[in-house]
């Protein structure tokens, strides 16, 4: 069956430092994978997308990785800020522009 | 103003009920989704339209029923509400365009408690 996994526990880091959270799917072929910010009470906004033939991608602080062969998308923030703090969710986007998400990992950024 | 709104943003209701959940956009966009959010189990997708002629079932849509009255209306009903539909419901749209970023763009939110 078709599955999306994020770390499972939450990520709890001093500000400054880089959070690393893990995206890693099965029994996908994703033309795109994208991340989505969720805080709380509100919907999901898009931060960044990375195509299948594309091996990183940044935006400011943030750092994207694909891996196709891992089946693993990694996403970075560096110099990390309280106001990073968030859940992050990745999301894969199928040939028929479906997205289908992974459960999220919740960061706590430490001032 | 927002440019995808939803309403209402919080709903309690009884087992049995119908209930509908009304999403607006001003985005222009052509594709609308409707998913539902539960601790632990991520965003799953409900319902989606690519415009106003099309609307097909996504990976939970049993118990559910939609209605697309315009590019800009997207309607979620429960016909029959029951406690396991208790949720956070997002709607989100997307542009059709070929040269778009194909990011989807979510409502703030509906929170639906049904006793």
């Known amino acids: 069956s078709q599955k999306i996994e994020q770390n499972s526990e939450a990520l709890n880091i001093q500000e400054g430092k880089t959070a690393t959270l893990t995206c890693n799917y099965t029994?996908?072929?994703?033309?795109?994978l994208q991340w989505y910010r969720q805080d709380p009470g509100r919907g999901p906004v898009f931060l960044l997308l990375i195509r299948e033939n594309e091996k990183e991608k940044r935006k400011e602080r943030l750092k994207v990785t694909f891996d196709t062969t891992l089946k693993q998308s990694l996403f970075h923030i560096t110099a990390s800020q309280p106001a990073d703090s968030a859940t992050y969710l990745c999301a894969l986007l199928s040939n028929d522009y479906k997205l289908s998400f992974g459960a999220g990992t919740t960061v706590t950024v430490r001032a | 103003d927002a440019d995808v709104t939803q309403t209402p943003r919080n709903r309690i209701t009884k087992t049995g009920k119908r209930i509908m959940l009304e999403c607006s956009q001003t985005?222009?966009?052509?594709?609308m989704y409707w998913y539902r959010q539960d601790p632990g189990l991520g965003l799953r997708l409900i319902y989606y339209s690519f415009d106003v002629k099309d609307i097909n079932k996504g990976e939970i849509s049993d118990g559910y029923s939609v209605s697309r009255q315009a590019q800009a209306k997207f309607s979620l009903s429960l016909e029959s509400a029951i406690p396991n539909q208790t949720a956070l419901y997002f709607c989100?749209?997307?542009?059709?365009?070929?040269?778009?970023?194909?990011?989807?763009?979510f409502g703030p939110g509906t929170r639906l408690t049904v006793l």
């Open positions: 989100a749209t997307q542009s059709g365009a070929e040269s778009s970023y194909n990011e989807q763009f």
């Open positions: 985005k222009g966009h052509d594709r």
């Open positions: 029994n996908y072929s994703p033309a795109y």
